[in-house]
């Protein structure tokens, strides 16, 4: 059986920088600057004050509402400020800037084992809460409230997200191939929580390796299944996930447990085990360094709170064709603002690339190809709601389903007059939003 979704594109998939390189453990920093707001949904609230003494694993913050997740101290140290810092794209927000002492002490019963096999859903919940887990994918969504669906939705199944689709990227396929047993307890742990009966893990086949050893490690598992998708980006998009796996069509504006499934990273199962079974808050994270022009592109455990430059600098510093440093991938992803952005629960990668591969063009008129419309995975009209929203039409670019469009991007890649599709749609949606509240 061929599990893919209709729409999307094959991009060079550029892995062969970062993939056969296995998961280093980077040194903490030397200053770990921990943003409040690192999710989607009311930043969390500072709970310590300048000159606090904290350790590693110990909240720094609390949620600031339901929709929202607390941070926690990925060094142990002194809080030295608490300031607006700026992340990746450019925008200050409060971190606590914690000064390493350079012990790493561990808070009190931070690494603790403990019996989860015996823990309620809802103490498996209140856990993953606690330990301020978000989306490892990118769209950082609070976990805990991701597996707290309304009485009337029944979760029927938990979708792994083992596919990472965006080009370069590679510490997913690199978790799966080295911590296999703690992600699939992740996923029983959030099947218990759902009382979702079925568990899958999509992965695809470009990662032969990731999926042998699930395959392998999931065979005598009846609830459990591992499944090769085809090669196609966005495969890993939330609805065409769920489309290759099981089937079922999301709704137009409408969320994945509305035909009864979570889908969740696999590097968000694994930190849910972590939190779980071994007590351990989301202050690290696996980062893929990597592209053409960083001279020694890896896969590191890193810090929250890590400056960008150091994560490059440990990696050998960039080569001199580089033109463009990105956060994330090379479809969604962004060029950063400032090599002193900090790591954050969202970054999946720092990809540097050269002038070559940094997409840099001139936009030119559109000529009604219909390339754009050919690869959207959604069915939606890219070069009509460019149109509405470049003349201000933005209701007429609503009803054209803009609030659907998920910025995957591929509409942009395939425009021969290369139109910056994702840019307007940007825009649009901002201005939607906008509209809406002011109402
Ligand atoms: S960016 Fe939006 S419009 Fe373009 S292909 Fe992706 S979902 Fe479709
Ligand atoms: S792919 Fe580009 S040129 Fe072709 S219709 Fe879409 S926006 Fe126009």
Same mark, same amino acid.
Request: glycine share 10%; net charge neutral.
């Given at each position: ?47 310590? #004050? ?101 009485? $009337? ?43 979702? *009966? ?80 071994? #007590? ?15 001279? #020694? ?12 430059? $150091? ?16 956060? &994330? ?26 002038? *070559? ?12 190809? &219909? ?23 933005? *209701? ?29 749609? #940007? ?6 939003? *906008? ?5």
């Amino acid at each position: 059986m061929k599990y893919t979704f209709s729409g999307g594109y094959h991009p060079p998939d550029g892995k062969s920088y970062s993939e056969k390189m296995p998961i280093e453990k980077m040194p903490s920093p030397k200053i770990a600057a921990i943003h409040l707001h690192q999710h989607i949904g009311a930043p969390s609230k500072a709970i310590v #004050n300048i000159g606090d003494e904290v350790k590693v694993g110990q909240p720094i913050s609390e949620a600031g509402g339901f929709v929202s997740a607390p941070v926690h101290a990925s060094v142990s140290g002194k809080v030295k400020a608490i300031a607006k810092i700026a992340d990746a794209a450019g925008n200050k927000t409060d971190a606590v800037i914690i000064e390493s002492d350079g012990r790493d002490e561990l808070f009190p019963g931070v690494g603790e084992k403990s019996d989860y096999s015996q823990f309620t859903a809802d103490e498996i919940k209140k856990k993953i809460a606690a330990s301020g887990i978000t989306g490892m994918g990118g769209a950082r969504f609070p976990t805990h409230v991701k597996l707290s669906p309304p009485a $009337e939705k029944k979760i029927n199944h938990i979708i792994l997200n083992g596919v990472e689709c965006e080009p370069y990227l590679t510490a997913d396929d690199r978790l799966m191939q080295e911590s296999p047993d703690t992600i699939i307890e992740g996923l029983k742990l959030m099947m218990k929580v759902t009382g979702a *009966e079925k568990g899958i893990i999509g992965i695809e086949k470009n990662k032969p390796e990731s999926i042998r050893i699930m395959k392998e490690k999931t065979a005598s598992m009846h609830d459990i299944k591992v499944i090769d998708l085809e090669v196609k980006y966005p495969q890993g998009g939330e609805k065409q996930l769920i489309s290759a796996a099981i089937g079922k069509e999301v709704p137009s504006g409408g969320l994945p447990m509305d035909v009864g499934v979570v889908v969740s990273n696999v590097g968000t199962a694994n930190a849910v085990y972590e939190a779980v079974a071994l #007590n351990k808050p989301y202050y690290e994270r696996v980062v893929s360094v990597t592209g053409e022009s960083i001279t #020694n592109p890896k896969n590191l455990l890193v810090r929250i709170g890590t400056p960008t430059s $150091e994560l490059i600098e440990y990696c050998g510093g960039v080569k001199e064709d580089v033109y463009k440093v990105v956060n &994330g991938g090379p479809m969604m992803g962004a060029a950063m603002y400032s090599m002193e952005a900090p790591v954050h629960k969202g970054t999946s990668g720092i990809l540097c690339l050269s002038k *070559e591969n940094a997409a840099v063009y001139e936009e030119q008129p559109c000529i009604s190809c &219909g390339k754009c419309v050919s690869v959207c995975p959604l069915r939606l009209v890219p070069t009509e709601i460019q149109m509405n929203v470049q003349f201000k039409k933005y *209701e007429e670019a609503e009803k054209l389903g803009i609030l659907d469009c998920m910025l995957c991007g591929t509409c942009a890649y395939v425009c021969p007059a290369k139109r910056n599709l994702v840019h307007y749609f #940007n825009i649009g949606k901002a201005k939607i939003a *906008e509209m809406k509240r002011k109402k």
